[in-house]
């Protein structure tokens, strides 16, 4: 500790642990812990209308996203507030981390992952502050959504309750 | 082909709700509708796509429509980046 480090900026969140996960390529994996809910129930007409395809909405209990499958980050987002992952399994993945929080220009969100970076299910992407999104007075729901839904044959999320990051969140058949 | 070039008019840029409504406009066309920004070029009924495209607001695009309801898709398409149009919510 020295004389100066009161004038350093708070350092960005360290990266956290990546959870264990043993995925099968039938399973998409929960991204975040807290409460998970159907997704015509979001607060937003847009994703719960199901126009985006199929998916879950997770209200977050912590602010650390983790991959939901094995695969490779497809699309990434300035702001930090998205995430699009093509799993190994077919599966096209949008991440959403709160409704209308691309206002908030990456405030609050740290990402440790880039484009084209390969990733394993439970391994930690981003963290998001959620106090900074309830101060800017936005959701938080953490929306995902399989993109590619009409490719699938069965895209079959879990019924709403308590899950933790790393549990089967939605089932898919290829 | 129709080729036009579209200001994207939203504040918020090319963000998720108007990629939803760009995809879902193109799907009602039978015409190819691409949507190219800076290098990159996507189908506009690739949700992915059109979202890794990060076009920002003010941005211009490129529109592109082939087919035989060109004309009606590349207006359509026009009108969502015009209108800064979100699928149901009001705009600011």
């Known amino acids: 500790m020295g004389l100066f480090d009161m004038f350093k900026k708070p350092a960005a969140p360290a990266k956290p642990e990546d959870i264990k996960v043993e995925s099968v390529p039938a399973n998409i994996y929960a991204p975040v812990s807290g409460e998970a809910m159907n997704m015509e129930d979001v607060p937003d007409p847009v994703f719960a209308s199901g126009a985006m395809g199929k998916g879950i909405v997770i209200k977050p209990e912590q602010g650390i996203i983790y991959s939901p499958v094995d695969g490779e980050v497809t699309v990434t987002t300035g702001t930090l507030h998205a995430l699009g992952i093509m799993g190994d399994n077919g599966v096209e993945i949008l991440i959403h981390v709160g409704i209308d929080t691309v206002e908030m220009k990456g405030d609050g969100f740290t990402g440790f992952v880039g484009r084209g970076d390969t990733v394993k299910a439970g391994q930690a992407l981003m963290t998001f502050d959620m106090d900074k999104i309830a101060k800017a007075g936005k959701e938080d729901h953490v929306i995902m959504v399989v993109t590619n839904t009409d490719d699938l044959p069965n895209v079959s999320p879990v019924s709403p309750q308590h899950i933790n990051a790393g549990e089967v969140a939605v089932v898919v058949t290829q | ?92």
Do not use: Y
């Open chain 2, 1 to 92: 082909m129709l080729e036009l070039s579209c200001r994207v008019a939203d504040p918020r840029g090319l963000h998720a709700r108007t990629c939803v409504a760009l995809a879902s406009v193109a799907a009602d066309f039978s015409c190819k509708a691409t949507i190219s920004f800076a290098d990159a070029t996507v189908s506009a009924s690739d949700l992915m796509g059109l979202m890794a495209l990060e076009a920002g607001s003010g941005d211009e695009v490129i529109v592109r429509c082939a087919g035989r309801d060109e004309a009606e898709a590349a207006r359509a398409i026009r009108h969502v980046l015009a209108s800064g149009m979100t699928g149901g919510r009001p705009t600011l």
